[in-house]
């Protein structure tokens, strides 16, 4: 089997660890950079055989890969299969002139930049390196070597931000033109030193979150921007010389393609198996030291959980999704009834097939009306 269209590689290295990050980070450790390439590039060697030739997308994110010794950044990026759309995720503080034509030669089409905010006592609270200059000094960086699709990420819901933050916020992207952007809910998990340290604030900004995304969504769009799943934002075709300026990386887990993934923390969801290589990196060293795969959770897809998953991906885009017999299993037929006179969903036909969309209205309420179109799983 050789039809895996997309690849996604991780990168943990961080200069330091970001209180509201739950990614699978690794601060510091120079002098290990090399040999987790070295590891990447076994672990490839190990899968290759699933991977379509050539891909359709790569996606290198992290951590912060471009914090990674530019050396072994670059001797990463020569040894990728090659692919039509290939993703790096950039943090504003390592951008430098070197960095961007590095990474424009080794053939990066897109670039993905953490600005998060640009408002300065916003970015102290989430522990950023970055401050406002930083993030549009490292826009104009990337575009100075030709970058022709830049994505920000930004948050929403932070520790103090206020509507007024957030109106700043887009007004600031937004005069920087990017080709995309993706505008995230900060998500605290319980526990944390940063839940710790906000908690009562992150009570009210909880509280504040459909406001937020409702002001962003509009805003957005009344920009000229596609708001194509529920949290990116695409410049319109009409407004991109015709360009489909979509994540194809992403439109392919929303879709439920299979994607192979490498590296620590990495998922792969393959021919109706899903594995999680578990995020030591000394364990993952040390197997891919012996040419062997890396310590990892396996976990096989029943048709249920498969259809269950590509309902609630599907349903963020805004395209219909056309409704095959397994889709038809998983929906509440009275549930479908009651959210379509609510307004929520549009039945709809895509050629002889139904199909689905979320309503404006079903999509700002996002997951739980397609929670409710769940059907009861048989016992
Ligand atoms: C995996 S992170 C890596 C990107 C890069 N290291 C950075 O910090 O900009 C990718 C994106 O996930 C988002 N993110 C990280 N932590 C988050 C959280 N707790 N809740 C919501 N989004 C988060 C941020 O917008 C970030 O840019
Ligand atoms: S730089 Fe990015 S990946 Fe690293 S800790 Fe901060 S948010 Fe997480």
New binding site residues.
């Given amino acids: 089997m050789s039809n895996v269209q997309h690849l996604y590689v991780h990168l943990p290295f961080?200069v330091h660890?970001?209180g509201y990050?739950d990614?699978v980070?690794v601060v510091g450790r120079a002098g290990e950079h090399g040999s987790y390439v070295d590891a990447l590039l076994a672990e490839l060697e190990l899968e290759k055989n699933v991977l379509a030739a050539p891909l359709e997308t790569v996606f290198v994110g992290?951590?912060?890969p471009t914090f990674t010794e530019l050396g072994e950044l670059r001797r990463l990026l020569d040894a990728l299969p090659p692919a039509s759309e290939v993703t790096v995720e950039a943090?504003p503080e390592t951008v430098t002139g070197e960095l961007a034509s590095l990474l424009e030669e080794a053939g990066v089409t897109r670039i993905s930049l953490?600005a998060q905010s640009f408002q300065p006592q916003l970015l102290d609270v989430l522990e950023r390196q970055a401050g406002p200059d930083a993030v549009r000094r490292a826009f104009h960086t990337l575009r100075d070597v030709e970058f022709d699709n830049i994505s920000l990420d930004l948050l929403y819901g932070i520790p103090g931000q206020s509507p007024a933050d957030l109106d700043a916020d887009l007004a600031e992207a937004l005069a920087l033109a990017p080709e995309h952007l993706s505008y995230y809910e900060l998500e605290a998990k319980p526990g944390t030193r940063f839940t710790h340290a906000h908690g009562d604030e992150l009570g009210r900004q909880a509280e504040a979150m459909e406001g937020y995304f409702e002001q962003a969504v509009e805003t957005l769009t009344g920009a000229g921007y596609r708001w194509y799943e529920t949290a990116n934002f695409c410049l319109a075709p009409d407004r991109a010389g015709g360009r489909d300026l979509r994540s194809h990386h992403n439109l392919g887990y929303w879709r439920a393609s299979d994607y192979l993934g490498v590296g620590i923390g990495a998922v792969s969801t393959v021919g109706g198996v899903r594995w999680r290589n578990l995020p030591s990196l000394r364990g993952y060293l040390a197997a891919l030291g012996e040419g062997v795969a890396p310590p990892r959770e396996v976990e096989p897809l029943d048709d249920d959980t498969r259809a269950r998953e590509r309902l609630l991906l599907g349903l963020r885009l805004d395209e219909p999704l056309p409704l095959d017999a397994g889709l038809a299993e998983v929906i509440d037929r009275s549930a479908r009834e009651r959210l379509t006179r609510g307004g929520l969903i549009e039945p709809g036909h895509i050629g002889a097939a139904d199909s689905l969309a979320l309503t404006k209205r079903g999509r700002f309420l996002g997951g739980g009306v397609t929670v409710e179109l769940f059907a009861d799983v048989p016992e």
Avoid: P
Wanted: charged share 10%; with cysteine.
């Fill in positions: 961080c660890r970001c990050c990614f980070t992290g951590g912060t943090n953490g």
